[in-house]
């Protein structure tokens, strides 16, 4: 089992809007600290691509995924660089209908990067557990397709009320990736979630061309999340040292239901909240994923 992580550990928002460090200097980071995958953020991908690989090249790192909307461009440059999926990192939609609109955007994402060689995935927070009509609003849009997939976020998922193992083998073989999120009480989905049609999905605007936006207001932007996450810190709190005893996930049995599948989907760790210092709590996770999980 390969064990990635991905540029947004680096920074969150920051990262999205090209703040921080450079992506050599986080591919750097990634293998000191014992991972050997990565999944980048679109802004990784406005560096030269030759670049990009000469840095995978001398890391050793190889590129799993790009958190983006799947569009031709994206899908052009993560083939070029040996990627395996774009993940559509999220979009609202607050119902059964909704969903089902989503799902129909998503397939025809897939078939256009099929040819690619690139699979398409969609990306969930703990709102995608909403229930509509009896089943949650994520089993809404996976039934509702058949080529694209799930990056199921199992912290997300856990927090949200679904214990990832059952959903995994739900969706045997819909499972491209997971992200590794450690968490430590259930809090639920929340309310009734965005609607697709309300405009708030033209917040991934804020991320689009970012390094074509003056540093002063790429900065304006962040402050904006970093009060916003404020606002909503206890959604992040629950997120402890992997493998504590407060955490309530299960990684083995989430290894065993992936095991099931006919591929192997690849492993991704995201941290939006920290114990300890940044990267010795990525160390931590990167060590004992190795030791635990086989």
């Given at each position: 089992?390969?064990?990635?992580?991905?540029?947004?550990?680096?920074?969150?928002?920051?990262?999205?809007?090209?703040?921080?460090?450079?992506?050599?200097?986080?591919?750097?980071?990634?293998?000191?600290?014992?991972?050997?995958?990565?999944?980048?953020?679109?802004?990784?991908?406005?560096?030269?691509?030759?670049?990009?690989?000469?840095?995978?090249?001398?890391?050793?790192?190889?590129?799993?995924?790009?958190?983006?909307?799947?569009?031709?461009?994206?899908?052009?440059?993560?083939?070029?660089?040996?990627?395996?999926?774009?993940v559509w990192a999220g979009t609202p939609f607050c119902n059964?209908?909704?969903?089902?609109?989503?799902?129909?955007?998503?397939?025809?994402?897939?078939?256009?990067?099929?040819?690619?060689?690139?699979?398409?995935?969609?990306?969930n927070h703990s709102q995608e557990f909403y229930f509509d009509?009896?089943?949650?609003?994520?089993?809404?849009?996976?039934?509702?397709?058949?080529?694209?997939?799930?990056?199921?976020?199992?912290?997300?998922?856990?927090?949200?009320?679904?214990?990832?193992?059952?959903?995994?083998?739900?969706?045997?073989?819909?499972?491209?990736?997971?992200?590794?999120?450690?968490?430590?009480?259930?809090?639920?989905?929340?309310?009734?979630?965005?609607?697709?049609?309300?405009?708030?999905?033209?917040?991934?605007?804020?991320?689009?061309?970012?390094?074509?936006?003056?540093?002063?207001?790429?900065?304006?932007?962040?402050?904006?999340?970093?009060?916003?996450r404020k606002a909503n810190s206890s959604r992040f709190d629950?997120?402890?040292?992997?493998?504590?005893?407060?955490?309530?996930?299960?990684?083995?049995?989430?290894?065993?239901?992936?095991?099931?599948?006919?591929?192997?989907?690849?492993?991704?760790?995201?941290?939006?909240?920290?114990?300890?210092?940044?990267?010795?709590?990525?160390?931590?996770?990167?060590?004992?994923?190795?030791?635990?999980?086989?």
């Amino acid at each position: 089992m390969k064990v990635g992580i991905g540029t947004y550990s680096f920074g969150g928002i920051a990262s999205y809007l090209g703040l921080g460090p450079t992506l050599r200097e986080k591919f750097q980071t990634i293998k000191d600290l014992g991972f050997s995958c990565v999944e980048l953020l679109p802004v990784d991908l406005d560096n030269d691509v030759e670049d990009i690989k000469k840095w995978l090249a001398e890391t050793g790192l190889e590129v799993t995924s790009v958190h983006a909307e799947p569009t031709e461009e994206i899908v052009k440059k993560l083939a070029a660089i040996g990627g395996k999926a774009v993940v559509w990192a999220g979009t609202p939609f607050c119902n059964k209908a909704e969903a089902i609109e989503v799902a129909q955007q998503l397939e025809a994402m897939a078939e256009m990067a099929e040819p690619y060689g690139i699979k398409v995935g969609y990306h969930n927070h703990s709102q995608e557990f909403y229930f509509d009509e009896g089943k949650s609003l994520l089993e809404h849009l996976l039934d509702n397709g058949t080529k694209f997939f799930s990056q199921l976020d199992c912290g997300w998922a856990q927090n949200g009320g679904m214990y990832p193992p059952y959903f995994i083998r739900k969706y045997r073989n819909r499972i491209v990736s997971i992200h590794v999120k450690e968490n430590s009480r259930v809090q639920g989905p929340g309310g009734l979630p965005e609607s697709r049609h309300s405009g708030a999905q033209r917040a991934s605007a804020a991320f689009a061309n970012v390094k074509e936006l003056p540093l002063e207001e790429r900065e304006k932007i962040l402050a904006g999340f970093e009060e916003n996450r404020k606002a909503n810190s206890s959604r992040f709190d629950v997120q402890c040292k992997i493998g504590a005893p407060e955490s309530n996930m299960d990684w083995k049995e989430i290894k065993k239901a992936l095991d099931e599948q006919d591929f192997e989907a690849f492993w991704v760790v995201e941290r939006e909240g920290f114990y300890d210092e940044h990267d010795k709590c990525l160390l931590d996770d990167c060590t004992w994923l190795k030791e635990n999980i086989d």
